[in-house]
């Protein structure tokens, strides 16, 4: 079965700096798409970022960006010139080609300090 | 487009009752997703309905079902409520090609 993992419960970020999210997967599929997304105190789930596992260049949304490293089943997520707005529990998801069964990481809690 | 919407946003049942909770998807959308979300458990998935057949289903008992009607409105009906069934309950609906976009949620609490 697919697994995300999230080692990092907690991170705290300051304002105009840059983070980086971890989340592993594991998988023995070859064609899957991973997902960052985030959910802000208000609840709702909103997607930051999308990757699909042919495509080796990174994805980049603006201030978010994916290393994607397929061999090491790695997906981290970098926020550059982190602002307040920024501040959410980030979640991991892995989904395979096949379906639409979506699997998600424990989450990470981004603080931002001012 | 108008976003996912979900009604009740908040349900408080006692325990043996039952609830049904409705999702309404992105217009076009023909995929509906169902998530629990606790503190303990996290996002777990709990079934995906596409055009009205349910095409995936997650490790939950038979007491959560659902449906999914020709507007691609869904819904979903817990019996028997326990009290670890107190929960946020996500819907999310998907494009063709398989982007989640989720609503804001019902949060259900079972006393």
């Known amino acids: 079965a697919q697994t995300v993992t999230q080692s990092q419960p907690e991170m705290s970020v300051q304002e105009a700096e840059t983070v980086t999210l971890s989340c592993t997967y594991d998988t023995s599929e070859s064609d899957y798409y991973l997902f960052w997304y985030k959910q802000p105190p208000s609840r709702q789930m909103i997607l930051v970022i999308r990757q699909e596992a042919y495509k080796q260049q990174n994805a980049t949304e603006n201030r978010f960006s994916v290393n994607f490293q397929k061999a090491a089943k790695s997906f981290s997520l970098k926020i550059s010139d982190s602002q307040l707005g920024d501040a959410a529990m980030y979640f991991c998801?892995?989904?395979?080609?096949?379906?639409?069964?979506?699997?998600f990481g424990a989450g990470t809690r981004l603080t931002v300090k001012p | 487009k108008a976003g996912v919407t979900q009604t009740p946003r908040y349900l408080i049942k006692t325990r043996g009752q039952q609830v049904t909770l409705s999702c309404s998807p992105i217009?076009?959308?023909?995929?509906v997703s169902w998530y629990q979300q606790t503190p303990g458990q996290g996002l777990q998935f709990l079934f995906e309905y596409f055009s009205e057949t349910q095409r995936n289903k997650g490790n939950f008992p038979g007491r959560f079902s659902g449906r999914q009607f020709s507007n691609s409105r869904s819904e979903m009906n817990v019996s028997t409520l326990e009290l670890g069934d107190s929960a946020l309950y996500l819907c999310?609906?998907?494009?063709?090609?398989?982007?989640?976009?989720f609503g804001p949620g019902t949060r259900l609490t079972v006393l």
């Open positions: 999310a609906s998907s494009t063709d090609w398989g982007e989640q976009f």
């Open positions: 998801a892995y989904r395979s080609a096949g379906d639409n069964d979506m699997r």
């Open positions: 217009s076009g959308h023909r995929s």
